[in-house]
């Protein structure tokens, strides 16, 4: 079948959980045999396009800055919206299905108005869906555009999937009625690191400096922790409009010395700097999966998350086991979380490990797309059942493997990297 990719980013252009998953997804189509076009927006210079093997990557709108102020701008995916209904109008014909996500909205409105002219099905994957009081808390007086413009998706026909349970039922709640849950994003690919860095121990963040990543909460929790243990240090990755005022936070406890603000960082640095911490700590309110808690179990790292109703990573943590819940979003409740993950030391490094290694298959990208690929078949979609698990193997290659020419290159000049966890 004819699949398109609809996804208003590409990786490794702009790096996030979203851009990685689209990037599989297309690497996964194409490794199962399917023709694969991807729709996004320009984000590559002229003479370097993206030359992924398999996959036909067409820009349907122009380079445009997607973040203010930490936040989505809303021009973007309108502009993306708009290119994928002219795209579809004019070439909707040749698609079996189009899979993409439900933001930026827009595009699913697109295939919505257009799909009654044309075959194609679509799949949407719900990775987020805001409550009416998250709208109105991040876009103010448009709050209300976006509450009904989510709920329009809603309504469109499709077959619906989720990494988390959390949005699943919020989608259901929606009028998604077929939705699926997957539970699986990762690709073990970079040479695996299971030791702890000789030395005081570290706790890591890793991610943007957002409001919603609650920074200068992880920041009033060291400080608690460090008046009391003179060893300990932190390094704190990633850039964002909070920055300054991380590092304000910062000096403001006297803790410059201890508490290491590197902004972006080489992948190679960042993944040493997953692979050495004693603990990860992730204060996020709001996350629509949690990939770091499997990438950091993947190095034998255990994780910290604080509980929160749009905070779907908590799905991801079993107590003891491979890190630990905040009682509750303070800097004592996340100080304690800390300390008890410090305090377990080479034993929860090892169960931490031990957790992951048997939920390796469940939370993997290969096995997610086994799912994908059965229920499109039951759809009348795609290929026998027999096919379905060794597609699913074949597409579950470390991302980047067929990497060749220009597209290689452009992965180099995006060394300088943000947490897949955003």
């Known amino acids: 079948m004819h699949v398109c990719i609809l996804y208003d980013c590409l990786f490794p252009w702009t790096v996030g959980g979203g851009e990685k998953w689209y990037r599989q997804m297309a690497e996964g189509y194409a490794a199962a045999g399917h023709r694969v076009t991807y729709l996004t927006l320009r984000q590559w210079d002229d003479d370097d396009p993206p030359v992924i093997p398999g996959v036909s990557v067409l820009a349907v709108g122009p380079r445009l800055k997607l973040y203010a102020d930490g936040k989505r701008r809303i021009l973007p995916p309108l502009i993306y919206g708009l290119g994928v209904f002219r795209h579809l109008l004019f070439n909707g ?174 992948l190679e640095i960042l993944r040493a700097a997953q692979s050495h911490a004693a603990v990860l700590v992730q204060p996020s309110e709001r996350e629509g999966y949690g990939l770091v808690v499997v990438e950091s179990a993947y190095r034998g790292v255990p994780v910290i998350v604080v509980p929160g109703s749009d905070n779907a990573s908590v799905e991801l943590i079993e107590p003891g086991e491979n890190g630990f819940v905040a009682a509750e979003p303070t800097p004592g409740a996340l100080a304690r979380a800390i300390r008890e993950a410090l305090d377990g030391r080479d034993d929860l490094r090892r169960r931490t490990s031990d957790w992951y290694d048997k939920n390796r298959a469940r939370l993997s990208f290969a096995r997610s797309f086994e ?30 493997t067929p990497l060749e020419g220009s597209q290689a290159r452009a992965e180099e000049k995006q060394s300088r990297v943000r947490s897949a966890a955003e």
Do not use: N
């Open 93 to 266: 014909r040749r698609y079996d299905l189009l899979h993409g996500a439900s933001f930026p909205f827009f595009s699913v409105l697109a295939a919505g108005v257009l799909r009654p002219f044309f075959r194609f099905r679509l799949a949407v994957d719900w990775i987020e869906v805001w409550t009416d009081d998250y709208w109105r808390t991040y876009l103010g007086p448009l709050g209300g555009i976006g509450i009904a413009v989510q709920k329009m998706c809603a309504r469109v026909p499709q077959i619906g999937f989720s990494l988390s349970r959390l949005h699943l039922e919020r989608a259901r709640a929606l009028g998604v009625t077929d939705m699926t849950l997957l539970e699986g994003t990762f690709l073990e690919g970079e040479e695996l690191l299971r030791q702890p860095r000789a030395g005081p121990p570290e706790v890591l963040y890793a991610g943007r400096m957002i409001p919603e990543k609650r920074v200068l909460l992880l920041v009033d929790a060291l400080a608690d922790l460090m008046r009391d243990d003179k060893d300990l240090r932190a390094t704190l990755i990633g850039k964002g409009p909070d920055e300054a005022a991380v590092a304000r936070r910062i000096s403001d406890h006297g803790l410059e010395e201890r508490i290491a603000q590197l902004g972006f960082v080489d």
């Open 371 to 400: 799912i994908i690929l059965a229920k499109l078949r039951d759809a009348g979609l795609g290929r026998s059942a027999g096919d379905d698990s060794q597609s699913a193997r074949t597409a579950g290659q470390p991302l980047g």
